[in-house]
């Protein structure tokens, strides 16, 4: 029987159906990532930074890195979320002095998102941070280990969009 058709045993005696346990999976993977890197933030000195505050400046900070211009547009894409929600972690690093929007002459409704030098300063420790609770991640696995994951989940992503 080919294995979309098929449930994988648990070991329980019941069966689980592949999609949710891979969307389960996911998600538990993501939200343990997250609560790790909140309880690491908390013990530094960027404890006021969520992980997804952390991942958002990482990305601000690569595409400046790169001389990309930034746009709210972007972050909702990359990130997969919400105007609002996009608006609200913005709005949140504004305050803190972590970015700065600028108009763009051409269009003012467009609103490029700067990084600030105190950005660029604790990007150091969030880079640290984040390498830390990665190498936790995959503590114990091999290199192969880890290839074949991320083989297999691309396979897996390529096979949804078919």
Same mark, same amino acid.
């Given at each position: ?14 069966? *689980? ?17 997250? &609560? ?38 972007? *972050? ?9 929600? /996009? ?19 051409? @269009? ?8 600030? &030098?105190? /950005? ?6 969030? @880079? ?5 609770? &990665? ?7 091999? &290199?192969?280990? *880890? ?16």
């Amino acid at each position: 029987m080919p294995i979309e058709n098929r449930s994988l045993p648990n070991g329980l005696g019941k069966e *689980i159906r592949m999609g949710p346990y891979v969307r389960h999976l996911s998600k538990s993977i993501r939200l343990t990532i997250d &609560e790790a890197l909140d309880q690491e933030f908390a013990s530094c000195a960027e404890g006021r930074l969520t992980a997804v505050q952390a991942h958002v400046m990482g990305y601000l900070n690569y595409q400046f890195e790169l001389g990309n211009a930034v746009y709210q547009k972007d *972050i909702e894409q990359e990130f997969h979320i919400q105007r609002s929600t /996009a608006t609200g972690i913005l709005k949140l690093l504004e305050q803190r002095g972590a970015i700065r929007r600028e108009c763009e002459e051409k @269009d003012a409704r467009m609103k490029r998102i700067i990084v600030t &030098e105190q /950005a660029r300063q604790a990007k150091k420790k969030v @880079d640290s941070t984040i390498a830390g609770v &990665e190498k936790k991640l995959v503590r114990g696995l091999s &290199e192969e280990e *880890i290839q074949t994951y991320i083989e297999l989940t691309q396979r897996m992503i390529r096979n949804l969009e078919e």
